[in-house]
């Protein structure tokens, strides 16, 4: 279902609400498809990332899990992953997950928002995402709360969509159907979506804002099997 906006922006309660119960289900029921489908964008990150074993890694957004237990694996058993996601269904399923994998005595999984929760002054030495940083109502306060939590010398990562329009498997689809059925009225290109972090200067800004330096982008112009 669309999300709600009020005067440009979405309520954390109201994206919370969302992803418990308008696309837990639908994430969970085509898990195996999804996981195929973003696992390649995921593993560029996972490269970049440059993980070694021993590290703690904060997994932002882990949703059911697949990012989280490929984490587990690179740190190995000395490792450690706190996995986040404020989407309770998601975050069961992703427990279920880590059990059957035998991985489960080094990861963490707390039902938290990134944006405001308690993460620990110094915890990690990384904060990986793939696609799980552009929801935040207040970006900012969302990655300044990251970058307290990063250890001196610590390392982000993440991968996050292009604008819609470099993305026609999102934007056919949503071009045919509205030949057929009244769409509501986008919102601004900034707010808590998919593509929010489309533009590369403003995500910069948001990072700099927040206390993160060195920030390089890399785009991935690849195809992507749906």
Known sequence: R??????GTVSNDEMIRYWNEGAAPAWTRFEDALDAQLAPLG????????LRGGERVLDVGCGCGATTLELA????????????????PMLARAEQRAREAGLA????????????AALGRDSFDIVFSRFGV?????PVAAFTNLHGAVRAGGRLAFVCWQPREKNPWMLAPALAA??????PAPGPPDAPGPFAFGDAERVR????????????????????RL
């Open 2 to 7: 669309p999300v709600a906006y009020e005067g």
């Open 134 to 138: 552009m929801f935040f109502a207040d």
């Open 178 to 183: 509205a030949q057929h059925i009244a769409f």
């Open 205 to 224: 800004g948001i990072l700099r804002d927040a206390g993160f330096a060195g920030v390089v982008f890399e785009a991935l112009n690849e195809p992507m």
């Open 105 to 116: 005595d080094r990861i963490e999984f707390r039902l938290e928002d990134a944006q405001t």
């Open 43 to 50: 593993a560029r990150v996972r490269e970049r990332a440059a």
């Open 73 to 88: 694996a690179a740190v190995g058993p000395a490792g450690r992953v706190v996995a986040v996601d404020i989407s309770r």
